[in-house]
């Protein structure tokens, strides 16, 4: 609908969106320019809050410029479907995938840190419906039988996200190759359904054999597996 077809509340309010988002290219409307300031630092520093709080070691690695660059055109650019404060984190890294596509194929690493850093939240946040009347918070883990969290997400990614470092930009893919030997080694995992499963790994260089078995066995419908790590060599 043309924005003139529009009651004249509506205009103003699109007017004073518009503005709110880019406040350089759009007309300020009619509205003391104070308190027009008041609205654009709330809204702004709101979302701006959000996206940081839920990608810190993003937001390390790369120029403090570039990064309050991302977050403004997030703001100007971005229609969020979502009412949820929580969910800012998600549209973020969905409009990344999206309009800033060239920028994820300059760093490799960033897609997957995106994801890893927001699933951090989301299984916090999730809600799932958990029968936990019959399970013993105090129960003996050799006596009994393990209960695993559904909000635990088993995961494999191709860079070792996880040990990525704020402020250390990281230089390859360390842990790919022995990622793709232990997929491949991991084709046919044993029976496990309804047991729970002591992974035993005697060495590794990057934990991707705890991560890639695990996430196989359960596959395999493993009610829970307990890594236990012999040794580990630092390469």
Same mark, same amino acid.
Request: aromatic share 10%; proline share 9%.
């Given at each position: ?9 509506? +205009?103003? +309010? ?37 996206? @940081? ?6 937001? &390390? ?6 990064? &309050? ?12 479907? &979502? ?5 800012? &984190? ?21 897609? @997957?840190?995106?994801?890893?850093? *927001? ?39 191709? *860079? ?76």
């Amino acid at each position: 609908m043309p924005v003139e077809s529009l009651p004249r509340f509506q +205009q103003l +309010q699109r007017e004073m969106t518009d503005w709110l988002r880019e406040p350089a290219h759009k007309p300020a409307p009619d509205v003391e320019p104070r308190r027009l300031a008041i609205y654009r630092e709330l809204f702004f520093n709101n979302v701006r809050d959000f996206v @940081e709080n839920a990608y810190p070691t993003l937001k &390390s690695l790369l120029p403090e410029a570039q990064w &309050s660059a991302l977050v403004a055109d997030f703001f100007a650019e971005h229609r969020c479907q &979502s009412p949820y404060f929580r969910d800012i &984190s998600l549209e973020f890294r969905q409009w990344m995938e999206l309009a800033r596509a060239d920028l994820l194929d300059e760093h490799p690493w960033m897609q @997957e840190l995106l994801h890893y850093e *927001w699933v951090e939240l989301a299984a916090e946040c999730a809600e799932v419906d958990e029968d936990v009347a019959a399970v013993d918070r105090d129960g003996d883990l050799l006596d009994g039988m393990p209960v695993v969290v559904a909000a635990a997400w088993p995961l494999v990614y191709r *860079w070792p996200v996880h040990t990525f470092a704020p402020g250390e930009p990281p230089s390859d893919a360390t842990g790919a190759v022995e990622a793709a030997y232990w997929r491949g080694r991991l084709t046919d995992p044993p029976a496990a359904a309804g047991q729970t499963v002591l992974l035993v790994v005697d060495a590794t260089t990057s934990g991707w054999p705890i991560t890639i078995a695990a996430a196989a066995l359960r596959e395999a419908g493993a009610t829970a597996v307990l890594p236990l790590l012999i040794h580990r060599t630092v390469g």
